[in-house]
């Protein structure tokens, strides 16, 4: 069976400190992988993807992830987090079949606490 | 201009009634989809279209129906409408087979 699994809820982090979500999936196929971040009232926005090539992958306000395919995971990372972090934070897979679908994880919700 | 815009952003209404959300993408994309996000924050697919074809259908009531006039819109709409919808609806849309989806901002959907 294919999923998604964030094992944490709810992350509550001091402001600069270091911070990562967890993901990870289980598939018997080849897979794309997302983190989508979701600020109060708004819609998804995408914040990194991994589609193939280098298995870390970057986003433009400071957020890492690592695609490990031995461990099926694609942790999110940030060394320093700030006060405008705070957000809804879902990863999502795409699995290579052919079939357009995102399937996302159940969100992690980050608190940066000032 | 907004990429993805759905409308109405906020809907209340009563039980039994029908009502339909809207949704435009101008982003040139050939699939557009339909998610439910409820309480707990947990996104579901519902539907996808690709050139105004339906390619997805997950296990969703029929009280649900997607309209795809063209491939820029895919509309929502929801007959005899029940307590347990109420829930932000998102459309998004997609070109690439990757999945990478852009999404609308939401239509909250209250049922009372």
């Known amino acids: 069976a294919q999923s998604v699994t964030q094992l944490d809820s709810q992350v509550p982090v001091f402001e600069e400190a270091p911070v990562e979500l967890r993901c990870n999936y289980s598939?018997?196929?080849?897979?794309?992988l997302f983190w989508y971040v979701q600020y109060p009232n708004q819609g998804l926005q995408l914040l990194l993807k991994y589609l193939s090539g280098s298995t870390l992958v970057e986003s433009i306000n400071g957020f890492e992830a690592e695609f490990n395919k031995s461990q099926t995971s694609f942790h999110l990372r940030k060394p320093s987090v700030h006060i405008s972090d705070t957000a809804e934070y879902f990863c999502a897979v795409s699995f290579k079949t052919g079939a357009n679908n995102l399937f996302f994880g159940t969100g992690t919700r980050l608190t940066v606490i000032p | 201009d907004t990429a993805v815009s759905q409308t109405p952003k906020y809907l209340v209404t009563q039980m039994g009634n029908d009502k339909s959300i809207k949704c435009e993408q101008n982003l040139g994309h050939d699939t557009m989809y339909w998610y439910k996000q409820d309480s707990k924050k947990f996104l579901k697919i519902m539907f996808s279209y690709n050139n105004k074809e339906l390619i997805i259908n997950e296990t969703v009531p029929n009280r649900f129906s997607p309209k795809s006039p063209d491939k820029a819109h895919l509309n929502l709409h929801i007959n005899s409408l029940e307590l347990g919808d109420s829930a932000v609806y998102f459309c998004?849309?997609?070109?690439?087979?990757?999945?990478?989806?852009?999404f609308g901002e939401g239509s909250r959907l209250t049922v009372l």
């Open positions: 998004a849309s997609s070109q690439e087979v990757s999945g990478e989806l852009f």
């Open positions: 598939s018997s196929v080849s897979v794309y």
